[in-house]
């Protein structure tokens, strides 16, 4: 047996591993071989099993963002050469951008935005990205989820939902200023989403449009506004018929008879809650110093039978 295999004896046996979808030990066995090649002096060939091998370990963490980064790394320090993965051939650069734009996907998709500004960045950034994966991959198989088996993507197909939540992300931004264009904004990602065939994420878009393009006037002061959800908000009831009738001399509902909720506007929705707070504390203060004088005269008379007791012992 020989003592040392030959560099393309180890990348077909590693290769092969792959190709029977153990991942595992592909990435064993391509971290042996760079280990092997660097200690050989094979600097390109250990550069080359690092690829692989941070390839591989993107498996160990498909949702991770900084496996996608590393592998983009390892593969771009082998440039332009050609890679056998599973039962493709493609250029490192091209898997570098590939996994790039993966990385970009998570990153950008698991960042929850604080206020307009962060919102309007999500939604420009998951444009950008979704106008990438149309551009640079096109009508072609994403490399990486097909090695996972996680199913034919193509970068168009990945463009969809990208573009859908940019909308969305759009939609949050404008909502707190301009709740109408923030419904647009959610009738735009409602027709990617069907687009995307994702009929479950299309319905919730279109309850958006419907919430936020919806009116009222507000029960306690008359105010109109826009933005169920947003700037008005349901308060459960207990209406009559007489008060379900006039719900207002205008078009605008103050009230859902249906489900015995009045509408609030966010100002009056605000003052009834916090007034309705102030007054529990205040409640409970009450309470506790009742129980707090009960509990003392109760310690003080204690007290007294334990005295009694002491004198009758003595
Ligand atoms: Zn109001």
């Known amino acids: 047996m020989p003592l040392l295999k030959t560099a393309p004896e180890i990348f077909a046996q590693a290769h092969n591993l792959v190709q029977r979808g153990d991942f595992?030990?592909?990435l064993a066995r391509y971290g042996e071989a760079a280990n092997k090649?660097?200690?050989?002096?094979?600097?390109?060939?250990?550069?080359?099993?690092?690829?692989?091998?941070?390839?591989?370990?993107?498996h160990h963490g498909v949702n991770n963002p900084a496996t996608y980064r590393a592998a983009t790394q390892a593969l771009q320090a082998v440039g332009d050469?050609?890679?056998k993965i599973g039962l493709r051939e493609v250029d490192a650069s091209h898997l570098a951008s590939e996994a790039t734009l993966l990385a970009e996907e998570l990153e950008w998709l698991a960042f929850e935005p604080l206020g307009a500004d962060q919102f309007r960045q999500k939604a420009q950034a998951l444009q950008t990205l979704s106008m990438k994966f149309r551009t640079q991959i096109g009508d072609q198989v994403l490399i990486l989820p097909e090695l996972f088996r996680h199913g034919t993507v193509r970068g168009t197909q990945k463009a969809l939902p990208l573009a859908a939540y940019a909308e969305q992300a759009l939609g949050?931004?404008?909502?707190g200023t301009d709740p109408k264009a923030a419904a647009e904004h959610y009738q735009s990602a409602r027709l990617w989403w069907v687009q995307a065939g994702n009929q479950g994420l299309a319905e919730a878009a279109a309850a958006r449009?419907?919430?936020?393009?919806?009116s009222a006037r507000c029960w306690f002061c008359g105010r109109e506004v826009t933005g169920e959800g947003v700037h008005f908000l349901s308060i459960p009831s207990n209406l009559t018929e007489l008060l379900t009738r006039g719900t207002g001399d205008?078009?605008?509902?103050?009230?859902?008879?249906?489900?015995?909720?009045v509408y609030a506007c966010r100002g009056c929705h605000g003052a009834i809650h916090s007034l309705a707070d102030q007054i529990a504390v205040q409640r409970m203060q009450e309470l506790e110093a009742r129980v707090g004088a009960q509990l003392q005269a109760l310690r003080q008379e204690l007290?007294?039978?334990?005295?009694?007791?002491?004198?009758?012992?003595?």
Do not use: C, H, W
Request: aromatic share 4%; hydrophobic share 50%; charged share 15%.
């Open 81 to 83: 050469a050609p890679l």
């Open 209 to 214: 449009v419907r919430g936020y393009g919806r």
């Open 172 to 175: 949050e931004a404008l909502v």
């Open 250 to 261: 205008g078009v605008l509902a103050s009230a859902n008879a249906s489900q015995n909720t």
């Open 24 to 26: 595992g030990g592909a």
């Open 37 to 58: 090649f660097s200690k050989l002096g094979d600097a390109q060939s250990a550069a080359l099993a690092n690829a692989y091998a941070a390839t591989m370990a993107i």
């Open 303 to 314: 007290a007294a039978v334990r005295a009694a007791l002491n004198s009758i012992r003595r």
